[in-house]
């Protein structure tokens, strides 16, 4: 029978979404929702492996280390055991380092923030089974979800900020896991409120390593708001979403609180996560798979091409392609993550945009660098969110005119990844991963991730196997 969540009274929103998180157990989820949450936990940690070797990781890691204390939980593939919060803080940037995990269509990043203090919290349990972990997922992920498509997330991209309501999810996942209780839950619920803000963008313009980083301080501010509420700290319990003071009231935007309980406990948000089929930003996407759909379908090569003139949907116009000047001349591997011609060129020439077109022999090619120059782009604010519109020109006079939209992507819920496309993808990442790991283990992982509701111990058979002293 399926639980319903309906708002008791003039409670605020996020008192009824803690009582959905410390009333659900793995069971009450439907089979489509707890089998997403495992290929998105699978999806998720193989992008942290791949992530744990790329730029600003190790400084982060050596700080947790060097602050020392109480040993807790281990930080996978660099090894040692430092405080939860801690771990949480050096494994967060993990899940981003390589702009290859997953977006919410319009609440964007999220499974980034929920795994890393998830498995940062498995330290302040004795033991955490995989059903467990995987309901701790799920319910972390689908408070964030419903706070984000409240907070209208796309507005504030196109106004140049970004969303705040990570903490709440993160929060909401760690409570669940290590056993909250509904009062706890709401109390850390109300700390982590005082805790956030609607974020400006401005770690984007130019790119910093903070794009990554502050992952890691939601991770770390998400276990230490639920262990604040379990020594007994306050916070406030009443106007945390709605209201005056509330945190849909801090946008500069209309919001809107229905989405936060609409049919909560039937509908779940999480099933509409998509996974990246190419490193980078999501909003360049639309484009690389368009081309080289297109490259397919007509037989044709980069040296083939005259020009491409791409119409580019609002949501990621700022950044994929501003300034265009900027975004035509990116120096480093950040940048060209964010680089709508870069993505577009490196694709017509590799068939792929991967943590490997990013090294500086790649980025300083000749013929891409060439290539960058046959493209324009134009702002279309009639096309749908992460969707463009490709005019290809080849050199034989043949003129190419497709639109291709973000939920025909693969890795979308109408074009999913197979259990065997994800597990070449975890491989593909792993084989990035600072810890090297025998092809036994990753096969191990995988198969264990894919049937993570028979784990008994998530440390002992998740953990463990990718960290240095096991012991």
């Known amino acids: 029978m399926v639980k319903k969540y309906i708002p008791q009274g003039h409670e605020d929103p996020i008192i009824t979404l803690c009582r959905m998180v410390t009333e659900s157990a793995y069971n009450d989820l439907p089979d489509d929702v707890s089998t997403f949450a495992k290929y998105s936990i699978l999806d998720t940690l193989g992008v942290m492996l791949g992530g744990t070797g790329r730029a600003g990781i190790a400084p982060v890691v050596e700080l947790a280390k060097e602050k020392g204390g109480k040993e807790e939980s281990h930080i996978i593939c660099y090894g040692g055991k430092v405080p939860a919060a801690s771990a949480a803080m050096a494994m967060g ?25 998830l498995m940062a919290a498995l330290g302040l349990q004795k033991k955490v089974s995989g059903k467990e972990f995987i309901a701790a997922f799920t319910l972390g992920q689908e408070v964030m979800i419903r706070i984000a498509l409240s907070c209208n997330l796309e507005k504030a991209v196109s106004m140049g900020f970004g969303g705040g309501q990570y903490i709440f999810g993160s929060v909401a ?68 979403l709605v209201g005056p003071r509330g945190f849909l009231s801090s946008f500069k935007w209309e919001t809107s609180p229905e989405p936060l309980t609409r049919g909560l406990g039937e509908h779940w948000d999480i099933i509409d996560v998509q ?59 950040y940048d060209c993550q964010f680089s709508l011609p870069y993505s577009v060129a490196t694709a017509a020439y590799d068939k792929d945009v991967f943590v490997t077109s990013y090294t500086p022999e790649k980025i300083s090619r000749v013929a891409v660098r060439e290539f960058m120059q046959k493209i324009t782009a134009e702002e279309d604010s009639t096309l749908p969110p992460w969707s463009s519109r490709l005019h290809i020109k080849l050199k034989n006079g043949t003129e190419i005119v497709e639109e291709y939209f973000g939920e025909q992507l693969k890795g979308t819920k109408n074009n999913p990844f197979t259990e065997e496309e994800l597990a070449d993808r975890f491989k593909k990442c792993a ?14 992982l995988i198969d264990k991730l894919l049937n993570l509701e028979k784990v008994e111990d998530v440390t002992k058979e998740i953990i463990l196997p990718i960290t240095p002293d096991k012991e």
């Open 93 to 117: 940037p993990m899940t981003r380092s390589m702009d290859f995990a997953q977006l919410h269509p319009v609440a964007y990043h999220c499974s980034e923030h929920t795994l890393p203090a």
């Open 173 to 240: 996942g760690v409570g669940k896991l290590i056993g909250l209780s509904q009062q706890q839950l709401e109390m850390a619920e109300g700390i982590g409120r005082q805790m956030t803000q609607p974020h400006d963008r401005s770690m984007f313009y130019p790119m910093t390593l903070m794009v990554r980083v502050h992952q890691g301080f939601v991770a770390q501010d998400a276990i230490t708001c639920c262990r604040l509420a379990m020594n007994g700290i306050t916070g406030p319990r009443n106007e945390i």
């Open 275 to 333: 996974m990246k089929p190419f490193s980078g930003c999501k909003s360049t996407h639309s484009s690389v798979f368009g081309l080289l759909a297109e490259m397919e379908k007509h037989s044709f090569t980069a040296d083939d091409i005259l020009a491409i003139h791409i119409d580019q949907s609002s949501g990621g116009w700022q950044l994929g392609c501003e300034p265009w000047d900027e975004k035509l001349d990116p120096k480093t591997e």
């Open 431 to 444: 084989a990035f991963s600072v810890y090297e790991l025998s092809d036994s283990v990753i096969a191990s």
